[in-house]
């Protein structure tokens, strides 16, 4: 394995914290900004959407730019972006923010992915791809859980600067680790895009963004319903962080391991039916059980959670690369836009219902999209079925 990759996981990981260290950070970022944490909860969706745009658009504008010159560029910033929120007096600014770091976040996720094939070569193409996401996974095992604690002792505006140290050092590593002279291919966004007409991965693409959506209208508010819904105190949010991380990592590894023994649509299936059963679980105890059990009970629900919400996206990948292999680049770059288009989504839907319901409402919703993101998947399986002898008559 080229080490290099190593520094290309770190910055994955330094970027993916800010994304799943928020639900933690709501409520003091509320209280001081003297707004709802619904309204709060805007900071988090415009994130992800500058990440899911961001992603593919400025992929394109960038072309065949030299990769070590973009990942740096974008890895600064985010810096900036970092800076700016944790020195901003007011709502709006602090938006500015989050657009600013989840655009960059957006292109050096997408560049790095590619820079890491062009490392190790075509034939290492997945390897390298998982070494780079795998910095993701453990930005919600370690990343969240230290950035929820830094809060806790320093405030919100610590994490950000936390951050924002971290990735200064990883822009310096990788500017003088990279090799010069890694060229980007030059694509249009319509060539880009292209790849979602093949059979079998739009309807993927759907199901991630279905099954994001409802993860993270509970997810994002995990600070209110563990608060406020399970009674319990502020600095219980790092554990739960934690415990949901170490289930992220246990499912990230099992998830391919499950997905070669009885494939990786068995794998999504049952990720989709967990999930339903998890939420209404946890919806269902904050309503009715009192919370000197339902609080103990949210905690411990933390690392089965991580692992059925962690294996879904490796089995998910890899049927989406298994429907169009020759353009697995272009549709894992969409896959992961339907990711973060996915956590805007359910974070909108989650604070509408914080407005006009209670927290433990949250799971009820977010158990419903499972069940509708497999819908889809059957409707898409039939559909696939019932396509491939005209295919096969047609060659």
Same mark, same amino acid.
């Given at each position: 394995?080229?080490?290099?990759?190593?520094?290309?996981?770190?910055?994955?990981?330094?970027?993916?914290?800010?994304?799943?260290?928020?639900?933690?950070?709501?409520?003091?970022?509320?209280?001081?900004?003297?707004?709802?944490?619904?309204?709060?909860?805007?900071?988090?969706?415009?994130?992800?959407?500058?990440? !899911?745009?961001?992603?593919?658009?400025?992929?394109?504008?960038?072309?065949?730019?030299?990769?070590?010159?973009? $990942?740096? +560029?974008?890895?600064?910033?985010?810096? !900036?972006?970092?800076?700016?929120?944790?020195?901003?007096?007011?709502?709006?600014?602090?938006?500015?923010?989050?657009?600013?770091?989840?655009?960059?976040?957006?292109?050096?996720?997408?560049?790095?992915?590619?820079?890491?094939?062009? =490392?190790?070569?075509?034939?290492?193409?997945?390897?390298?791809?998982?070494?780079?996401?795998?910095?993701?996974?453990?930005?919600?095992?370690?990343?969240?859980?230290?950035? &929820?604690?830094?809060? +806790?002792?320093?405030?919100?505006?610590?994490?950000?600067?936390?951050? !924002?140290?971290?990735?200064?050092?990883?822009?310096?590593?990788?500017?003088?680790?990279?090799?010069?002279?890694?060229?980007?291919?030059?694509?249009?966004?319509?060539?880009?895009?292209?790849?979602?007409?093949?059979?079998?991965? $739009?309807?993927?693409?759907?199901?991630?963004? =279905?099954?994001?959506?409802?993860?993270?209208?509970?997810?994002?508010?995990?600070?209110?319903?563990?608060?406020?819904?399970?009674?319990?105190?502020?600095?219980?949010?790092?554990?739960?962080?934690?415990?949901?991380?170490?289930?992220?990592?246990?499912?990230?590894?099992?998830?391919?391991?499950?997905?070669?023994?009885?494939?990786?649509?068995?794998?999504?299936?049952? &990720?989709?039916?967990?999930?339903?059963?998890?939420?209404?679980?946890?919806? =269902?105890?904050?309503?009715?059980?009192?919370?000197?059990?339902?609080?103990?009970?949210?905690?411990?629900?933390?690392?089965?959670?991580?692992?059925?919400?962690?294996?879904?996206?490796? /089995?998910?990948?890899?049927?989406?690369?298994?429907? /169009?292999?020759?353009?697995?680049?272009?549709?894992?770059?969409?896959?992961?836009?339907?990711?973060? $288009?996915?956590?805007?989504?359910?974070?909108?839907?989650?604070?509408?219902?914080?407005?006009?319901?209670?927290?433990?409402?949250?799971?009820?919703?977010?158990?419903?999209?499972?069940?509708? /993101?497999?819908?889809?998947?059957?409707?898409?399986?039939?559909?696939?079925?019932?396509?491939?002898?005209?295919?096969?008559?047609?060659?």
């Amino acid at each position: 394995m080229d080490k290099r990759l190593v520094w290309l996981a770190v910055g994955s990981f330094v970027m993916s914290t800010v994304g799943f260290v928020f639900s933690s950070l709501l409520p003091s970022i509320a209280a001081d900004a003297h707004i709802t944490i619904p309204h709060a909860g805007h900071l988090i969706t415009a994130f992800s959407l500058s990440y !899911a745009i961001g992603a593919p658009t400025l992929s394109a504008l960038a072309g065949a730019t030299d990769r070590r010159r973009l $990942l740096v +560029a974008a890895m600064l910033t985010f810096v !900036a972006g970092n800076a700016v929120a944790a020195l901003s007096t007011s709502f709006s600014t602090l938006l500015l923010a989050q657009i600013i770091m989840g655009a960059a976040a957006g292109l050096f996720a997408a560049t790095a992915q590619a820079a890491a094939v062009a =490392l190790a070569g075509p034939e290492h193409r997945a390897l390298a791809i998982s070494i780079v996401v795998g910095g993701t996974t453990f930005a919600v095992a370690i990343g969240a859980p230290l950035g &929820s604690l830094v809060a +806790a002792f320093w405030g919100w505006r610590g994490t950000f600067l936390s951050i !924002a140290c971290l990735a200064i050092v990883c822009a310096v590593v990788l500017w003088f680790r990279l090799p010069q002279g890694l060229k980007g291919t030059r694509l249009t966004m319509r060539e880009r895009l292209q790849s979602v007409g093949k059979p079998g991965v $739009l309807p993927s693409l759907l199901v991630t963004l =279905l099954y994001l959506t409802g993860a993270f209208a509970l997810i994002s508010f995990l600070a209110p319903l563990a608060m406020e819904g399970a009674g319990l105190p502020a600095l219980a949010m790092p554990v739960m962080l934690l415990a949901f991380g170490i289930g992220a990592v246990v499912g990230n590894l099992s998830s391919g391991y499950l997905a070669d023994r009885i494939g990786a649509t068995r794998v999504v299936v049952l &990720s989709l039916l967990m999930a339903t059963t998890i939420c209404l679980v946890i919806s =269902l105890s904050l309503k009715l059980l009192p919370p000197d059990i339902a609080g103990p009970l949210l905690i411990g629900l933390m690392v089965p959670w991580g692992i059925i919400g962690w294996a879904f996206p490796p /089995a998910q990948a890899s049927r989406i690369v298994g429907y /169009a292999p020759e353009v697995a680049h272009l549709t894992l770059s969409l896959n992961a836009s339907a990711i973060y $288009l996915g956590i805007a989504l359910g974070t909108f839907i989650g604070g509408r219902v914080l407005e006009i319901g209670a927290a433990s409402d949250l799971g009820l919703v977010a158990a419903a999209l499972p069940l509708v /993101a497999l819908a889809v998947l059957a409707t898409s399986l039939r559909a696939l079925r019932s396509a491939a002898p005209v295919l096969q008559a047609s060659r």
